[in-house]
C-alpha cells in the first residue's frame, strides 16, 4: 500500500498563494505518476494537476498559468503552488498517485487538505 500525507491547506484570501505538499510513504515502487484533485461541495472530483515520472505534466484548463506541479523523488514528495487564488478554487484537496497495471491502473489517495478562498 502507498500512504499519502497532504500537508499546506488553509484560508486565503482572493489573489493569494497557498503551497500544498503531499509526501508519500509505504510500497511506493511502481508510483508512475501523482497528481492533486479537487472536489467543491456538490461537484465531482477533478483533475488539477499531475506529473508522470517522464517528465509530462498536465493541468486543468482552469488553473493554467497560476499553479505549479513539481515533485521532488529524492523526498517522494509532490507540490502544488497555487498562486493568484480565486474563490472558485475553493475545494478539497487531494493527493493521488497512481500505479499502471497490466489490466486496471492502481490509484492511491490522500485524506484531503481543505483550502478556502476567500471574496
Known amino acids: 500500500q502507498v500512504q499519502l500525507v497532504e500537508s499546506g491547506g488553509g484560508l486565503v484570501q482572493s489573489g493569494g498563494s497557498l503551497r500544498l505538499s503531499c509526501a508519500a510513504s509505504?510500497?511506493?515502487?511502481?508510483?508512475?505518476?501523482m497528481g492533486w484533485y479537487r472536489q467543491a461541495p456538490g461537484k465531482q472530483r477533478e483533475l488539477v494537476a499531475s506529473?508522470?515520472?517522464?517528465?509530462?505534466?498536465n493541468y486543468a484548463d482552469s488553473v493554467k498559468g497560476r499553479f505549479t506541479i513539481s515533485r521532488d523523488n529524492a523526498k517522494n514528495t509532490v507540490y502544488l503552488q497555487m498562486n493568484s487564488l480565486k474563490p472558485e478554487d475553493t475545494a478539497v484537496y487531494y493527493c493521488n498517485a497512481r500505479k499502471f497495471g497490466a489490466f486496471k491502473n492502481n490509484d492511491y489517495w490522500g485524506q484531503g487538505t481543505q483550502v478556502t478562498v476567500s471574496s
Open positions: 509505504g510500497s511506493i515502487f511502481g508510483i508512475a505518476a
Open positions: 506529473t508522470a515520472n517522464s517528465g509530462y505534466t
